[in-house]
């Protein structure tokens, strides 16, 4: 009889508990058992891992073997476990024998097995080597991965009989060659550009509200006809924002490795775009599912949220938005599971003014009546639009704005504002914010904004005269403030004046026509 241990880490939520892969090899009849609170995929381990270790030219051992996966309580599951439950039975049967002996409790083992002994990609890996303290064993496809993690010490292996001859002590000879990087060298391992704001035209009062938002973490609700340039406009959000911190990225990481989505080496400096489609449910927006996966807003983590054609989302699914926006976590419940992400999300919304996408339109091709306007725009609830800091209108083009065929126009009229001069001025404006409160205005507290956001005499006589005239609520009374700050911020004033609240507002009121 004899015994042996292994190490490896589970996922629960965006934890990563260490999990002890204890083997046990005993007398009588021919059993493979694991117990542990194993998954469907752990449990049919038990063939990988026999074939794996036949084909690698190792002895199957009979008996009696037991894996244990500790602590019991935690549910398993993912073909994580297959290697360090084949390496557990190769020490426990002595075919194995590490060339120091502090080899084992020091390192920690992960990878699904092939049936040939091939160590096959498994999710995850990010949450497992940001929680790691030593050296971590992984797939040779998970190496980019774990790079994202940069006090992480990772070892690629191609097989079974790699990890095996690296206990040992023993070089393999060289292995098999990587996938070619992309040609360019170093400059093409960059992320792609992102689309350049001077790309559209015109639209100025659009592209200052979505520097507005991008400067203060706010946001958006663009409101305009079909190919006024809504969708272009959102596009080219990532590219007015900083590059992800370390510690950002390794957020953003973690929950797309967890979701089993491709972590790559762009993944560490830019900022996620999502933009789920508008049949989504609510499990695929919030999060959800028997072992409570991340959803949407969670995958949009540090980055942007588009959610386009809004009023054809179902209702209760943009009614699960409200918390999320509030308190920029989500906490998802499940039977089997609980688990809690992380959802600090910049929301950008776009809809059509009515049913058939025209209403106010110069061509008056708009027949829509009061009733299916009235029921179109109801989709969104009240609640929901309290929550969003910025609502603007998308008007149609004219062709010759389009063509760059009008006539001398004047100066500044031509002046076409890139995403790099655009981006300038939002870091600039996040930089005074950060060093006045720690976060954006977009995120301020309610505590800090009051002792913050002291506007002039003639400001404030202005926001309670609006305040009074549009019916704002508190909420929407806080978020003009915040607004204001971040126009101040823009134009790298200390003091917020009439001017500034007065964009703020005109940038809100819209909200009164939905």
Same mark, same amino acid.
């Given at each position: ?98 060339? /120091?002996?502090? /080899? ?104 200052? /509200? ?138 950008? /919304? ?165």
């Amino acid at each position: 009889m004899s015994v042996a241990a292994t190490y490896c880490r589970g996922q629960w939520g965006l934890t990563a508990p260490l999990v002890q892969v204890e083997v046990f090899l005993g007398a009588g009849l021919p059993m493979f058992s694991i117990v542990g609170l194993p998954a469907t995929a752990v449990k049919e381990s038990k063939e990988r891992v026999r074939a794996a270790l036949c084909n690698s030219g190792f002895e199957f051992p009979a008996g009696r073997i037991t894996v244990n996966l500790a602590p019991a309580d935690l549910p398993k599951e993912g073909g994580r476990f297959d290697l360090p439950i084949a390496l557990g039975i190769l020490l426990a049967s002595r075919q194995l024998r590490p060339a /120091a002996a502090d /080899a084992l409790p020091t390192r920690e083992y992960y990878g699904e097995l092939s049936l040939s002994g091939e160590l096959l990609p498994v999710r995850g890996l990010t949450l497992a080597a940001a929680h790691a303290g030593h050296e971590i064993i992984v797939p040779l496809p998970n190496e980019s991965e774990i790079r994202i993690v940069s006090e992480a010490r990772s070892l690629g292996a191609h097989s079974l009989l790699d990890v095996c001859a690296h206990l040992r002590g023993v070089e393999r000879g060289p292995r098999p060659p990587r996938p070619a990087g992309p040609p360019g060298g170093v400059a093409a391992a960059l992320p792609p550009p992102a689309p350049d704001l001077a790309d559209l035209r015109g639209q100025q009062l659009p592209k200052r /509200a979505l520097l507005i938002a991008a400067a203060g973490f706010h946001s958006l609700l663009m409101s305009g006809p079909p190919g006024s340039g809504k969708t272009m406009l959102a596009q080219r959000l990532p590219g007015l924002l900083p590059a992800l911190s370390a510690s950002e990225a390794l957020e953003v990481a973690s929950i797309a490795s967890v979701s089993g989505l491709e972590v790559g080496a762009h993944d560490g400096v830019r900022r996620p775009f999502r933009a789920p489609h508008h049949t989504a449910s609510a499990n695929a927006l919030i999060g959800g599912g028997p072992l409570a996966r991340p959803g949407e807003v969670s995958l949009a983590h540090r980055g942007v949220l588009f959610l386009d054609e809004l009023p054809e989302f179902d209702r209760r699914v943009l009614q699960s938005l409200r918390e999320p926006l509030e308190s920029r976590t989500v906490m998802i419940s499940r039977a089997r599971a609980q688990a809690q992400y992380p959802a600090a999300f910049q929301l950008i /919304a776009a809809m059509n003014p009515c049913p058939c996408g025209y209403r106010g339109d110069a061509s008056g091709r708009c027949r829509c009546t009061p009733a299916q306007i009235g029921a179109y725009c109801a989709r969104i609830s009240g609640p929901l639009l309290d929550r969003i800091d910025l609502f603007i209108e998308v008007p149609r083009l004219p062709v010759t704005d389009i063509a760059g065929s009008q006539p001398a126009p004047r100066p500044e009229a031509t002046m076409q504002l890139t995403s790099r001069e655009a981006a300038a001025s939002v870091a600039r404006a996040r930089q005074r914010q950060m060093q006045r409160s720690g976060c954006l205005n977009g995120e301020l507290p309610q505590s800090q904004l009051q002792a913050l956001a002291r506007p002039t005499r003639a400001g404030r006589e202005l926001l309670e005269q609006v305040f009074e005239r549009l019916g704002l609520t508190a909420r929407s009374y806080h978020r003009v403030l915040r607004v204001a700050l971040t126009i101040a911020d823009l134009a790298e004033s200390d003091i917020l004046g009439p001017e500034h609240i007065a964009e703020a507002v005109q940038l809100r009121r819209t909200a009164g026509a939905f």
